[in-house]
């Protein structure tokens, strides 16, 4: 599988490059975002990982850009940047980043979390799901809450669809991180909090539908509205 490394630090580039191809990852690195968008012309890669500070653009728009484009849209992204206030975070989540890592990182989580990414787009799936009037299309990766369409990221996607596979279980934010994320987190949890934030938003009328179990983690269920 090919990776894109857009990162202007060259030993941090550098590293990563050399944890990717010690796991058989084909990978480039740029530096700049022209450089980056010009070898995108050529060739698709199966995940980009972004730096937000660039010499000569800004990773969010970079983000944004590939987003709304339909040739790009669903490449998995994960942004690498010093940058770690939760507006920054969530900022990028919302404009469609799948995942996020702040400086310094460790390579071991970072090599997890690019194996789970990999993993969940390449899975193959042919099954639809629904529950009191939101339904999944798994094979096009595609939400409407009451026949409407809902434009989900890639986390917020997965967050969904498993916690639609486990209606009215109590699910913490270890088990989805676990789950959804793919590798053992350790540390703080917000990362579950900021998507269930999102994905409420984002599910308008049926929001009410993902209630809070304090001190614990999610659900989803008919009943007491969330807290």
Known sequence: MLIYIVEDDSSIQKLIEYALKSKNYKCKGFERGKDFFKELNK???DLILLDIMLPDMDGTEILKNLKQNP?????PIMMITAKSSEYDIVSSLDIGADDYMTKPFSVLELL???NALLRRNNKQVE????FQGIEIDLLRRKVTVDDEPVILTYKEFELLKYMMSNIDIVLSREVLLNSVWGYDYEGETRTV?????LLREKLGSKRNLIHTV???GYKISQGENYE
């Open 127 to 130: 099954e639809n799901m629904e």
């Open 112 to 114: 997890s979390r690019v």
């Open 43 to 45: 060739q698709i890669p």
């Open 193 to 197: 909090d900021m998507h269930i934030k």
């Open 214 to 216: 304090r001190g614990v």
């Open 71 to 75: 040739h790009t849209s669903s490449i």
